[in-house]
Nanobody
Framework: QVQLVESGGGLVQAGESLRLSCTASGTIFRFNAMGWYRQAPGKQRELVAAITSGGNTNYADSLKGRFTISRDNAKNTVYLQMNSLKPEDTAVYYC????????????????WGQGTQVTVSS
């Protein structure tokens, strides 16, 4: 009943920026934890960033300083601002949500979006 819909993906060149959005729709309950994962072809899905309803954030170590996660609880929306993009950032980015931070951080959130493609050219 809950759906997560991503938008904002696309093709950019190295060094440029992109902002992803994810909005929850349908029967919506409060999610303490929301975040973003990504998966490149032939690689495992990895956590990019997560945020709680109170604004606490977690980032993959390699992405700190370039990516920023934020959320608007009133709009049921989470954002991912991606700056200084590199070719290795190319992947499908998935929005995720769960009541519990441990579930989301552990790679098993209850809800997933369909994913949005981000491609960074050199």
């Amino acid at each position: 009943q809950v759906q997560l819909v991503e938008s904002g993906g696309g093709l950019v060149q190295a060094g440029e920026s992109l902002r992803l959005s994810c909005t929850a729709s349908g029967t919506i309950f409060r999610f303490n934890a929301m975040g973003w994962y990504r998966q490149a072809p032939g690689k495992q899905r990895e956590l990019v960033a997560a945020i709680t309803s109170g604004g606490n954030t977690n980032y993959a170590d390699s992405l700190k300083g370039r990516f920023t996660i934020s959320r608007d609880n009133a709009k049921n929306t989470v954002y991912l601002q991606m700056n200084s993009l590199k070719p290795e950032d190319t992947a499908v980015y998935y929005c995720a949500a769960d009541r519990f931070t441990a579930q989301l951080m552990g790679g098993m959130p209850r809800y997933w979006g369909q994913g949005t493609q981000v491609t960074v050219s050199s």
